[in-house]
């Protein structure tokens, strides 16, 4: 049996990392467990910035955006030295298993440290949901409620402007945000990376559906496409429509997290305490079909997700 344990929040921020900050907390001491917070992920396993938790330390917390243990990223814990070192403070201080909410590079640092003896569980955070082996990470549909009401928004002074607006979403290597954000928005049309995309073809498209009485646009961009108002330039050289680009940013990174991120923040939690409780580690959670599982890490890791092309082609299909 597993009595003391810790948890730590790595890489980008998401919506959601405190609900599950929180669950894990108040997991292990309903399980009869020690648990301590570890501020700025990995670098403070390092530098032993690191402190008890009770009940009480996450009162508060579970409807707010951010990460009280706050984030960050730590290119020590890539060596050998770094590792070392986070194994050394984690037997000074008898941490058994360590919780990780983060995404995959912080997963590999997981699995890491797991082959040292500090059994670790990771948690899928990050909005962009790109973790392969979970269909849902943490923070992903705040995100996109927060990507849809700012898109409303600039519809309206697309709307009073008759103009076109191109709006880039985050999502660093993934379209997921993109495309869910273009349905939800009634955009003309949504550019990822996962679907090559011809903007002559969308000059057409615009000038027909102008001919045909549309008078504002709406075009998505993933952030992994990397040039919003480039594309917008062009989009307006070719359709003399004319065309804002925004970019939305950090913003989506903030707030506080949707119903869905609190329930599976806590989902997560639970199941990963229950395992490390057992003395289960090297793993990583994640959903299925709706049901919590888990995953070795490398197994994980090596995991492809598929991107959804029959979203992408409704988008486009309805687009007009
Ligand atoms: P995310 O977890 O969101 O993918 P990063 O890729 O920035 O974010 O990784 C977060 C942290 O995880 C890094 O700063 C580093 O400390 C650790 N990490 C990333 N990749 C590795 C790796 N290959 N080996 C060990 N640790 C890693
Ligand atoms: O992975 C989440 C994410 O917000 C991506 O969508 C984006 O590309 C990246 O993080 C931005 O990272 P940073 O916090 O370093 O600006």
């Known amino acids: 049996m597993i009595k003391k344990i810790g948890v730590l929040t790595s890489g980008g921020d998401a919506p959601g990392m405190n609900t599950a900050v929180r669950a894990v907390v108040r997991t292990a001491i ?6 301590y917070g570890i501020r700025r992920g990995y670098v403070g396993l390092i530098n032993g910035d690191i402190f008890q938790m009770d009940a009480r330390s996450v009162s508060d917390i579970i409807h707010r955006g951010g990460t009280m243990l706050y984030t960050a990223r730590c290119p020590e814990f890539r060596t050998e030295e770094g590792l070392d070192k986070a194994k050394a403070k984690c037997e000074e201080l008898g941490l058994e298993g360590i919780v990780v ?4 590079g912080s997963f ?9 003896g500090i059994l670790c569980v990771g948690l899928p955070g990050t909005i962009d949901n790109d973790i392969a082996c979970t269909e849902y990470t943490i923070g992903y549909d705040t995100a996109m409620n927060t990507a849809m009401e700012l898109v409303d928004k600039l519809r309206d002074t697309s709307q009073s402007h008759d103009r076109c607006t191109v709006v880039e979403v985050m999502g ?3 379209g997921y945000i993109a495309v869910n954000t273009g ?4 955009s003309i049309e949504v550019i990822t990376k996962e679907v090559p995309y011809d903007l002559d073809a969308l000059a057409k498209k615009m000038l027909e559906a102008k001919k045909n009485g549309k008078q504002n646009f709406i075009v998505v961009v993933a952030e992994g496409i990397g040039n919003s108002n480039e594309i917008a330039k062009i989009i307006e050289e070719k359709t003399h429509i004319e065309t804002r680009a925004t970019i939305l940013g950090h913003v ?4 506080s997290p949707t119903v869905r991120d609190r329930v599976a923040a ?3 939690a639970h199941y990963a305490v229950g395992l490390l409780e ?3 580690g090297n793993r990583v959670v994640g959903m299925q079909k709706g049901e919590i599982v888990d995953f070795d890490i490398q197994e994980a890791l090596a995991m492809k997700k598929p991107y959804d092309i029959e979203l992408h082609k409704i988008a486009e299909e309805i687009g007009f």
Do not use: W, Y
């Open 30 to 35: 309903s399980k009869g467990m020690e648990v």
């Open 101 to 104: 909410i983060g995404g995959d």
């Open 108 to 116: 590999r640092g997981a699995a890491d440290l797991s082959a040292r």
């Open 172 to 174: 660093r290597n993934a």
């Open 183 to 186: 349905i939800a928005c009634g």
């Open 252 to 255: 989506q990174r903030g707030g």
């Open 266 to 268: 806590t989902q997560f």
């Open 278 to 280: 057992q003395g289960i």
